[in-house]
């Protein structure tokens, strides 16, 4: 009887050790230890989560950073806010990098320049416009502004500084997501379509990269503390206010100093808490795995727990906006039956 | 003693379970598409114009195609319009343009089919090619998103206004396995079939008041012409990892798309791969059946690992591709 349990545990262990051989993780990125002088490119960097990441790679790590903006006057004021002594290690580039590749491209090869020939290292896609509106008052100019910013103009970024990571044989390129790519929210049907696109784009695009050596990093931040959030909250609708109120909030520094490690890391995906946590096992989908832990954790997650939590989420949601309507005394003709 | 009571908790949990996961919302299942106003975009070729013949021939529907290229639109007529020549109304209008000219081609099927609003609207039209993302040029980015996402937001826009007043209707979004999986040269395709799904899952709970109900299809690789114009410039990369998938017929996947828009659920899969897929992507989707709840539930943990193993498979073929390219250098 003992001998057929200790055979047993021999076994399994064999066993377990052959999968974990099998399904150990694609790649294994170099772990970033030394940022100093490194040449870190933030889009939007001139406020919210992209400023508080410039004053951390300029602060504590010593990096060169070069941020790209649309509006001057912010990009002013974060200069003077992030750089008073006129760093040579900050440079501020007033560019959209929604309009034009060409804009892009020029201005990722003046920042080199400026960064006495260092080719790009890292690449933040931070830049974004987000606000929540339901989908038939959100106009079809305003559908495609949101992309052309949210998706293109990561695109663009990303196509720009790549030659030079390639030329250096490693690289690694963030893009920021959001909660709201990971599962879609009334509100949100133009925001959570770009930030999908951007998980696409990430998936496929490592696939493509990974034999360069460079790695890429999907941010998922809930509500961050940001002006960008108060201008959102100014307009957004009951419903969405409804649902966002069961996330938290965080702050942009917490954020940015994860999506640093992360970076750091060259982990695929950066998620924040455990609802973040969950949210990422949830909707890891074919995502590749970067440490043994991420694979077991999503593999336990999935078989069953957060797939349910998730449904109550989105049960509760789905009454929310019934009820939402309800509450606006309008008599909607066919009423969804709430069993 | 103590057996039934553990077995009666057990019982009342499970229950208990089952009202708080029960389905969100129950579409109608609509028995009959007779003389339902039915609007196809892309519907000149493919899978479109395959939904179009069943649509016609098998449920007597009344069909607006809306596809760019006139001359394939008149192919189309000719082939599908035996005899069925008022129930179908082929527009030529570029859906990724101008959301004005999409509108008026909307309105212009209404009243042509007897002032009926748009009962189902299928978005079908979509470019795609394979092509890593240094050769795929701003222009193709851009051309890509046009047609793939925002012509599928601009017709949505356009027929959503007419279902509110029907009080009823289906959206279906085309999307396709690249929509769930992310893979190598499919850069800019990939982004647009996911930004889909985040367009349906936002969607479909801002209509689910207005009892009109999403449905995504991921169709596998199918037997098109557009399918077989996007072989001749594939990456081998893809290729090679396309052929772990298989090829299954245009009138096939028209078949179960039309299934589910019946039904209202809001994913169409196709094959055992595809149902894996499913529920290993279903992420934060809504439900339509408890039983979609339990077999997600127990196959994603499964569905994951044997996600991962493939992925091994596919980063190793490009990888193997690069050796050899360096090798001949």
């Not at chain 1, 949210?279 to 336990?300: D, E, H, N, R, W």
């Amino acid at each position: 009887m003992l001998l057929a349990i200790i055979l047993a545990c021999i076994g399994a262990f064999a066993l377990l050790t052959i999968l974990i051989y099998l399904y150990r993780p694609l790649y294994h990125p170099k772990y970033l230890e030394d940022l100093y002088d490194c040449h870190v490119v933030i889009t939007g960097g001139s406020s919210g989560i992209g400023k508080e990441l410039a004053r951390l790679f300029l602060n504590e790590y010593g990096s060169r950073v070069t941020i790209l903006a649309r509006n001057s006057e912010r990009l002013e004021e974060c200069r003077r806010d992030l750089s008073p002594n006129l760093s040579e290690r900050l440079l501020c580039l007033s560019v959209d990098i929604s309009q034009s590749y060409e804009e892009v491209e020029n201005a990722i090869q003046h920042a080199i320049r400026h960064h006495q020939d260092k080719p790009v290292d890292i690449l933040i896609n931070s830049a974004a416009i987000f606000y929540a509106r339901p989908f038939d008052q959100t106009k079809p100019e305003e559908f495609a502004e949101m992309m052309r910013i949210n998706y293109l103009g990561s695109v663009y970024c990303t196509q720009a500084c790549l030659p030079s990571m390639k030329r250096r044989g490693t690289g690694r390129i963030v893009f920021l997501s959001s909660q709201a790519g990971q599962l879609g929210v009334f509100g949100y049907t133009s925001y959570c379509s770009t930030k999908y696109a951007l998980k696409g784009l990430a998936e496929s695009l490592q696939m493509e990269l990974e034999r360069e050596n460079i790695y890429i990093t999907l941010v998922f931040p809930p509500d961050t503390d940001t002006p960008g959030l108060k201008e959102e909250n100014k307009s957004k609708p009951k419903e969405t206010q409804m649902i966002i109120e069961t996330s938290g909030l965080l702050s942009a520094e917490q954020v940015a100093k994860k999506i640093i490690q992360s970076t750091r890391k060259g982990s695929f995906t950066c998620s924040y808490g455990i609802n973040g946590f969950l949210l990422t096992c949830l909707t890891c989908g074919a995502q590749p795995v970067t440490t043994k832990t991420q694979l077991t954790s999503s593999i336990v997650q999935r078989s069953g727990s957060s797939y349910c939590i998730s449904t109550v989420f989105i049960g509760g949601v789905g009454m929310a906006c019934c009820q939402s309507d309800l509450c606006n005394a309008a008599q909607p003709i066919h009423q969804v039956s709430i069993l | 003693m103590w057996i039934i009571i553990f077995a009666a908790i057990v019982i009342f949990i499970f229950f208990v379970l089952l009202y708080l996961l029960r389905p969100v919302y129950r579409p109608e299942c609509l028995l009959t598409l007779r003389d339902v106003h039915v609007v196809i975009t892309g519907g000149s070729s493919g899978i479109g114009k395959e939904l179009a013949r069943q649509l016609l021939n098998e449920h007597q529907a009344r069909v607006t195609i809306l596809a760019r290229n006139q001359q394939r639109l008149d192919e189309c007529r000719q082939d599908l319009a035996l005899g069925n020549n008022e129930r179908l109304l082929c527009l030529s209008v570029d859906v990724g343009q101008s959301y004005a000219d999409i509108e008026k081609a909307i309105q212009q099927a209404c009243q042509y089919h007897g002032n009926r609003p748009v009962s189902i609207l299928i978005n079908n039209a979509g470019i795609f090619y394979a092509r890593t993302f240094e050769e795929t040029t701003t222009d193709d980015f851009e051309k890509m998103v046009r047609i793939n996402y925002l012509g599928v937001v601009f017709c949505t826009k356009a027929c959503l206004a007419s279902m509110r007043q029907h009080g009823s209707g289906r959206i279906v979004l085309v999307s396709s396995q690249a929509g769930q999986i992310g893979v190598y040269g499919y850069t800019s395709y990939c982004s647009t079939k996911f930004a889909l799904k985040g367009l349906a899952e936002s969607l479909q709970m801002e209509l689910v008041r207005d009892n009109i109900y999403v449905t995504v299809a991921y169709p596998p690789d199918t037997d098109t012409p557009g399918f077989a114009e996007e072989k001749k410039t594939m990456p081998i990369e893809t290729r090679l990892i396309n052929d772990t998938s298989g090829v299954v017929s245009a009138a096939d996947v028209a078949k179960k798309i039309i299934i589910s828009t019946q039904k209202g659920s809001f994913s169409c899969w196709f094959g055992i791969n595809g149902f894996l897929l499913e529920c290993l992507t279903s992420g934060a989707q809504p439900i339509t059946s408890i039983l979609e709840l339990i077999s997600q539930c127990l196959t994603i943990g499964l569905a994951r690992i044997i996600i991962v193993g493939l992925l091994n498979t596919f980063y190793s073929v490009v990888t193997r591709k690069s050796l050899k390219n360096n090798k001949t250098k």
